[in-house]
């Protein structure tokens, strides 16, 4: 009798190993190329220009010369710094920009809404016809817009002016303490200027609003409408107790962009204003291009205030793309 005692070797399969992650194969870097196109273009349109912004910033410049490259650059440093975050009318000229993006962000968000809110009642055909109406005022070029509220407002010829001497000699007195309008100036006092910058900026951007809350409201699950007024909750109680908070994410990134684009508004008010002559109506754009080009230019100086207007708009869009990672998280 005989026992096999052979040991049986403990042979445990070895697991392959992975294969080497290989750049030439695979889609490795598939989705670099891809965005490689993309890159080379932001760099080139975007992050170069703003780079030659924040040298140009730290030298004193004042000729075409220099900056075409014939003369040399003085080194200036933090000195245009200094000198805007020193002066009291860059003091004046932020306070501007900042109570005017704040006064037309609320008043396009609520008008948007309204109009948006509006849409979503009406029947398909009536939304049709409304919406390509607002939209039109969306798709008028800010030049062509702008221009057109000039003449409403015109001193002489404009239909506001010719509807104030519409009004009788005694209740226009009465009210406004003058009968003849013709002649007055819409555009010379701050107050009135920042009233009619903020009528055609508002103009200009609510059908934008109105669209966006629209297609948030097309998204929302309709049994939770009907199921709140079933219970007898008004309009004005479902829309704070189930529309509101289903689009918060969606007020959010719409508030975040009108910022952005109410801090750089430049076209309709240097239209308006016919030039950069009226500094106590100065915000940081046309600040900032009035401090460059008009004579004396200060190139340099100007550069500066452009990379603070930068620096804030870059802080904006932090806040806005932190929204977006934290919508998807949702």
């Known amino acids: 009798m005989s026992t096999d005692t052979r040991v049986v070797p403990d042979v445990t399969p070895e697991r392959p190993a992975p294969p080497a992650r290989s750049w030439s194969r695979g889609p490795g870097r598939l989705p670099y190329l891809l965005m490689l196109p993309c890159l080379l273009v932001i760099t080139a349109l975007l992050l170069w220009p703003l780079g030659q912004i924040v040298v140009m910033s730290l030298y004193d410049l004042d000729s075409v010369r220099q900056v075409r490259g014939q003369r040399e650059w003085p080194w200036a440093g933090l000195a245009n710094y200094r000198e805007i975050l020193t002066d009291p009318f860059f003091q004046m000229v932020l306070r501007n920009t900042v109570l005017f993006a704040l006064a037309n962000v609320a008043l396009t968000m609520v008008l948007g809404t309204l109009v948006g809110l509006l849409l979503h009642r009406l029947g398909k055909r009536m939304a049709a ?55 007055y100036g819409w555009f010379n006092a701050p107050l009135s200027f920042f009233s009619i910058l903020t009528l055609v900026i508002v103009w200009h951007s609510f059908p934008f609003i109105a669209v966006s809350v629209l ?19 008004g309009p004005w ?9 289903l689009l918060r994410p969606v007020f959010g990134i719409l508030v975040v962009l009108s910022t952005i684009w109410d801090f750089k508004v430049f076209t309709q008010q240097y239209v308006l204003a016919g030039g950069t002559q009226d500094r106590p109506t100065f915000m940081l754009s046309i600040y900032s291009y009035a401090t460059a080009f008009s004579p004396p230019p200060k190139y340099g100086l100007g550069a500066a205030i452009a990379v603070v207007l930068t620096v804030i708009l870059l802080i904006v869009t932090g806040v806005y793309v932190r929204t977006l990672l934290k919508q998807e998280e949702l």
């Open 237 to 245: 109680r479902s829309f704070w107790s189930i529309t509101f908070p």
């Open 215 to 233: 297609a948030g409201l097309k998204s929302l699950p309709s049994e939770l409408l009907e199921a709140a007024r079933v219970d007898g909750a």
């Open 129 to 183: 016809f409304v919406g390509g109406c607002v939209l039109l005022a969306w798709a008028t070029p800010a030049l062509t817009g702008t221009i057109t509220w000039k003449w409403i407002f015109d001193d002489t010829n404009g239909l506001v002016t010719w509807l104030f001497n519409a009004l009788p000699d005694g209740l226009s007195a009465a009210l406004f303490g003058r009968s003849d309008w013709t002649g």
